[in-house]
Structure formats: structure tokens, C-alpha cells
């Protein structure tokens, strides 16, 4: 089915721990975009790209790696993780050009202890 | 992108149609009025789009003003599968940047 798939789900981490979410699309969409949505708030960009190769960051970059080397997937890096990462990731993806909603993928949660 | 001021919380009777409201006074010329919705604990839905003309989807109507200083949302008939936060987005045609605010929170009453 056509749209944007984020593995895994659930994740559980300890502290210091690192690892990627992954997200992939399979719309040939230009724009990716990372957000984080914590309980009782609104989404916060993390990092997003308008193509293969390019990277920017959003509002809250800091303990987040992206990389993408290829135009479906966008992976999210955590670095070292801390409880205050313990959050929903969502990862959208959307034409680049032309006026278009973005696709939203269906979230990791992520508690990190 | 403009910043856009939504009312925090609206109620709606099943079957009713939902006016959902939004300021956008400082949009500019190029930027579209973008609506979204999160159902609980789900991935946002993109709704519907548009630059100044009234538009109508499956889902949804949008209602923008002449002076494009604001619009309306509007659900025709709301369910009670339509209770969610919706998020009012003004954005650049190319804007790759998608900034969401806090939203109104939508709940349909039986």
C-alpha cells in the first residue's frame, strides 16, 4: 500500500542508548520531514529534506542525526538517548513543488528510561 | 510562514455541520491555507488546500475570504469519528516546512 511506513512502532530505550527510526515512503515524494509530538502538545520539527542528499534542521535538532541518501528513505538517529526524548515520531513526506498535502506515517513511540 | 490563530475548542452535535474558524491576517500572496486533523494518538490527516478560491473535497469544505485574512473549515455533516484537534497551516507553494500551531480540538456530541 502506497504511504509512509515507520518501524518500529514501540521502542523502549535506556538511557544512553542510541538508535534510528526508520522511515520510508514509496510516493517518489521530494519532501521528508521529522516531528515529535509530546503528550498534551502540538508536533515540533526535528529535522527535514527536499531531496536525496540534502538535510535541514527544524526547531528541536539537538540529539537527532538525518541523513538521506536516497528519495524514500529519511532515517532519524538518536544519538544518545535521554528521557527527555521519550516522545510520539512521526515522519510525513509530501510533493515538493507543487502546492500538496504531506503524508503522515502512523509514529514510533519512544520511552526512553 | 504567516502565523494563524484557531480557537482552542469547539463542540458540534452529530449530524450538525462543524465551522471550524482561523485567522491567517498576515498570509501573503503566495501562501496557501492548509488544513489538517490528528485523531487520537494517530499521524495528522491532511484535509483539504487552497490559495483564495473556495474549495470542496470529499472530506471537507474551505472557505476562504476575499481578503484571504481568514477562512472556515467546514464539515457537513460531523460524525462522531470527527472528533480530533484540527490544525489551520499557512504555507508557501513550495514551502518545505510544514509549522504546526495548537489547534482546535473538535468534539462531536451524540
Known amino acids: 500500500n502506497a504511504g509512509v511506513t515507520q518501524t518500529p512502532k514501540f521502542q523502549v530505550l535506556k538511557t544512553g542508548q542510541s538508535m534510528t527510526l526508520q522511515c520510508a515512503q514509496d510516493m517518489n515524494h521530494e519532501y521528508m520531514s521529522w516531528y515529535r509530538q509530546d503528550p498534551g502538545m502540538g508536533l515540533r520539527l526535528i529535522h527535514y529534506?527536499?531531496?536525496?542528499?540534502?538535510?535541514d534542521q527544524g526547531e528541536v535538532p539537538n540529539g537527532y542525526n538525518v541523513s538521506r541518501s536516497t528519495t524514500e528513505d529519511f532515517p532519524l538517529r538518536l544519538l544518545s538517548a535521554a528521557p527527555s526524548q521519550t516522545s510520539v515520531y512521526f515522519c510525513?513526506?509530501?510533493?515538493?513543488?507543487?502546492?500538496?498535502?504531506?503524508?503522515f506515517g502512523s509514529g514510533t513511540r519512544l520511552t526512553v528510561v | 510562514d504567516a502565523k494563524t490563530t484557531q480557537p482552542p475548542s469547539m463542540d458540534c452535535a452529530e449530524g450538525r455541520a462543524a465551522n471550524l474558524p482561523c485567522n491567517h491576517s498576515?498570509?501573503?500572496?503566495?501562501?496557501?491555507v492548509y488544513w489538517y486533523r490528528q485523531i487520537h494518538s494517530q499521524g495528522p490527516q491532511y484535509i483539504i488546500h487552497?490559495?483564495?478560491n473556495n474549495e470542496t473535497n470529499e472530506m471537507a469544505s474551505l472557505i476562504i475570504t476575499e481578503d484571504r485574512k481568514s477562512s472556515t473549515l467546514i464539515l457537513p455533516h460531523a460524525t462522531l469519528r470527527d472528533t480530533a484537534v484540527y490544525y489551520c497551516?499557512?504555507?508557501?507553494?513550495?514551502?518545505?516546512?510544514?509549522?504546526f500551531g495548537e489547534g482546535t480540538q473538535l468534539t462531536v456530541n451524540p
Open positions: 529534506s527536499v531531496g536525496a542528499g540534502i538535510t
Open positions: 487552497g490559495l483564495k
Open positions: 510525513a513526506s509530501s510533493y515538493g513543488t507543487e502546492p500538496y498535502g504531506y503524508t
Open positions: 498576515t498570509i501573503s500572496g503566495n501562501e496557501y
Open positions: 497551516i499557512v504555507q508557501e507553494t513550495s514551502g518545505s516546512r510544514l509549522t
